[in-house]
């Protein structure tokens, strides 16, 4: 179950970073824009860089822009002279459209079609991963052009998301991957593994490391010369639970970059929800009403097939801010489209709603609006952008 929280309570304010009830008015009776939209904060992605560069110094931050492509939030990372993780040519061409260099990229998808990585190469990126021999042999006609990073799984991560479920090699593969890559005369120039996404502890990125690191040494032995070692994303945020701060997270992995990798090697991680999620608010309007099974039910203009789809794909429960606080009572939040599935909470613990309402779900900013749809032919939710 999810409480909503009142916001006219002290200290709410600072979820919110300037979109305060009272401007939300304004916007709406001005007639700027209506329900749904998005609030974007440039100056939360430029703290939230800061913050995770600060934790992690000496790290290249490479934005994984799948969390959230607006050009906004794009601009932000180039101007403070960071640089983009891509999994597709479209995404590459967003990059480089908000000021991005295309030769400091890392197209770090898997699997590619021939014909993507054809495009990406021409437009100058050079640095792939892989994580089968299959894919190598997709590099052997540009091997002159190219740089791999093998990709290696990690298990046991307590991560929200499991992203080695569908892609990374075991790492007693990784050897031999390395000598394909010899054998075609392609350059093998790091590792690469991701924990998954929002995972909340540190303890299975130290053990990816020490993975890493013995791999990096078996390599080293067997005369390649490894450069680059990329830790991935997963960085959490919190949502409706408390996590510590990002530099007291990244304490210990720090620690294990530190001791166990040779400082000859450039580390690289690859931050998207904790980049984008913190800033962005929803607002949305109640649209409806009923009572049905002695139970509240309020139906918002945003639902699990435009902005909550992340409720769906990234598994996440955001939190829920009104300004009315009487008696509260469990409720449904129901989507707007005509498909029974379309229900955001079953068990939310709200206070009595009125149509016309207004509710905030502030850090929805990761994996929200980039996998909205149009279903039923309705708009999706629009951007602000502030500050």
């Known amino acids: 179950m999810i409480r909503a929280t009142d916001i006219r309570k002290p200290g709410q304010g600072s979820y919110l970073r300037g979109t305060s009830l009272k401007s939300i008015r304004r916007f709406l009776k001005e007639g700027h824009i209506q329900t749904p939209f998005l609030i974007l904060s440039r100056s939360l992605i430029a703290k939230n860089l800061q913050k995770l560069s600060d934790a992690l110094p ?3 931050v490479h934005y994984a822009m799948k969390s959230n492509n607006h050009p906004a939030v794009l601009k932000e990372v180039a101007a403070a002279g960071h640089s983009f993780d ?48 299959d894919e190598i042999e997709k590099f052997e006609k540009y091997k002159e052009r190219v740089r ?4 290696f799984r990690v298990d046991g991560s307590d991560a929200v998301v499991n992203l080695s479920y569908k892609f990374g090699c075991e790492p007693a593969e990784v050897p031999i991957l390395a000598d394909k890559m010899r054998k075609s005369g392609i350059a093998l120039c790091g590792l690469t593994f991701h924990v998954g996404s929002q995972c909340t502890s540190p303890e299975i990125y130290l053990r990816a490391i020490d993975t890493a690191a013995a ?11 490894i450069d680059l070692l990329d830790i991935g994303g997963g960085f959490p945020v919190a ?8 530099r007291e997270f990244c304490r210990p992995i720090r620690k294990a970059l530190v001791e166990l990798v040779d400082p000859r090697i450039a580390i690289a991680c690859e931050p998207g929800r904790y980049i984008s999620a913190s800033a962005v608010t929803l607002v949305t309007s109640v649209i409806g009403k009923s009572r049905r099974s002695n139970r509240n039910w309020y139906f918002l203009d945003d639902g699990l097939y435009g902005s909550f789809s992340g409720r769906l794909y990234d598994h996440c429960w955001y939190q829920i801010l009104t300004n009315r606080n009487t008696v509260w009572k469990r409720s449904v939040l129901a989507g707007p489209t005509c498909d029974s599935f379309d229900i955001i909470y079953k068990d939310a613990l709200l206070p009595p709603l009125e149509v016309g309402d207004i509710l905030m779900f502030p850090s929805m900013g990761a994996y929200c609006s980039v ?11 629009e951007y602000i952008v502030i500050d």
């Open 58 to 60: 000496g790290v290249a």
């Open 86 to 133: 891509i999994a597709s040519f479209q995404e590459l061409s967003e990059a480089i459209e908000a000021g991005g260099a295309a030769e400091k990229m890392i197209h770090s998808h898997p699997i590619k079609p021939p014909q993507e990585i054809e495009a990406a190469i021409n437009a100058g990126i050079n640095t792939f991963v892989v994580d089968n021999v």
């Open 148 to 151: 791999l990073l093998i990709r």
């Open 215 to 225: 791999l990096i040494d078996r390599l080293n032995d067997l005369g390649f010369n």
């Open 239 to 246: 949502y409706t639970d408390k996590l510590p701060p990002i």
């Open 371 to 381: 996998s909205a749809s149009t279903f039923n032919s309705l708009r999706k939710a």
